[in-house]
């Protein structure tokens, strides 16, 4: 992968930026996305935030060899705070965090944001409190999709300030749009981590466990309830 081709991730949330935004991507690692999203001619604006002092130099490297420096601001700094009210930021995009850090940022910083900006969020694992979060602080979620890269399962989630809503605990857990169409990759990703979580409820002392064992074997049961609703519908 490099700024030219970009993962089937990177593609992925790629799609998601509106034509024309003005994009800050946090936590950017090489600045990949933001430099093929502007070769492209897809954004008009950027911000390259990184916390590491590696990373940012990769960042710095990957904007000045594709001539780029005065299109895309390379800051070190936390979270949102590489974001200045003069960049007139529209969207935002986080990816390969987890989702609780994801929540963090966005928790800290809210007065960072303007209120209007569209967030692209790739988290990496901790997607339910991630989207409890949005649905606590009045964002709407647009757009979910699920891919399989080599061996990973990543979700994508899309979500903008808009008309409140209210999600169930399952919505929260599996994704809103993604319960709804159940395609293949969705499927099998719950496969597979009903059984890891079953081997893990396997191998815990009941004694020990208390509150989490409860929360898992509820997501067990929660997850072979979708799977045997899916079978049924399938057989049907």
Same mark, same amino acid.
């Given at each position: 992968?490099?700024?030219?081709?970009?993962?089937?991730?990177?593609?992925?949330?790629?799609?998601?930026?509106?034509? =024309?935004?003005?994009?800050?991507?946090?936590?950017?690692?090489?600045?990949?996305?933001?430099?093929?999203?502007?070769?492209?001619?897809?954004?008009?604006?950027?911000?390259?935030?990184?916390?590491?002092?590696?990373?940012?130099?990769?960042?710095?490297?990957?904007?000045?060899?594709?001539?780029? =420096?005065?299109?895309?601001?390379?800051?070190?700094?936390?979270?949102?705070?590489?974001?200045?009210?003069?960049?007139?930021?529209?969207?935002?995009?986080?990816? =390969?965090?987890?989702?609780?850090?994801?929540?963090?940022?966005?928790?800290?910083?809210?007065?960072?944001?303007?209120?209007?900006?569209?967030?692209?969020?790739?988290?990496?694992?901790?997607?339910?409190?991630?989207?409890?979060?949005?649905?606590?602080?009045?964002?709407?979620?647009?757009?979910?999709?699920?891919?399989?890269?080599?061996?990973?399962?990543?979700?994508?989630?899309?979500?903008?300030?808009?008309?409140?809503?209210?999600?169930?605990?399952?919505?929260?857990?599996?994704?809103?749009?993604?319960?709804?169409?159940?395609?293949?990759?969705?499927?099998?990703?719950?496969?597979?981590?009903?059984?890891?979580?079953?081997?893990?409820?396997?191998?815990?002392?009941?004694?020990?466990?208390?509150?989490?064992?409860?929360?898992?074997?509820?997501?067990?049961?929660?997850?072979?309830?979708?799977?045997?609703?899916?079978?049924?519908?399938?057989?049907?």
């Amino acid at each position: 992968m490099n700024e030219r081709k970009l993962s089937a991730r990177l593609e992925r949330v790629a799609a998601q930026v509106p034509a =024309g935004a003005r994009l800050a991507d946090i936590g950017t690692d090489h600045g990949y996305l933001l430099v093929a999203l502007m070769n492209r001619g897809l954004i008009s604006a950027a911000v390259a935030g990184e916390v590491a002092l590696t990373p940012w130099r990769a960042v710095e490297r990957s904007v000045r060899e594709n001539d780029l =420096g005065e299109r895309i601001a390379v800051r070190l700094a936390d979270g949102l705070a590489a974001i200045e009210p003069a960049d007139r930021i529209d969207a935002i995009s986080f990816c =390969g965090m987890g989702g609780e850090t994801i929540r963090d940022i966005l928790a800290r910083d809210r007065a960072r944001l303007g209120g209007t900006e569209r967030l692209i969020l790739q988290p990496n694992g901790g997607e339910q409190p991630l989207r409890q979060w949005l649905m606590d602080n009045g964002y709407r979620i647009l757009h979910e999709e699920l891919l399989q890269e080599n061996r990973f399962f990543y979700e994508i989630i899309v979500a903008e300030p808009g008309q409140p809503t209210r999600y169930s605990e399952r919505e929260l857990y599996f994704g809103p749009q993604l319960l709804q169409a159940r395609d293949p990759v969705f499927v099998a990703k719950w496969r597979r981590l009903l059984r890891l979580k079953q081997q893990t409820l396997a191998g815990q002392a009941r004694s020990s466990q208390g509150v989490a064992e409860e929360k898992l074997e509820q997501q067990v049961r929660w997850i072979a309830e979708l799977l045997a609703a899916h079978d049924g519908s399938a057989q049907a």
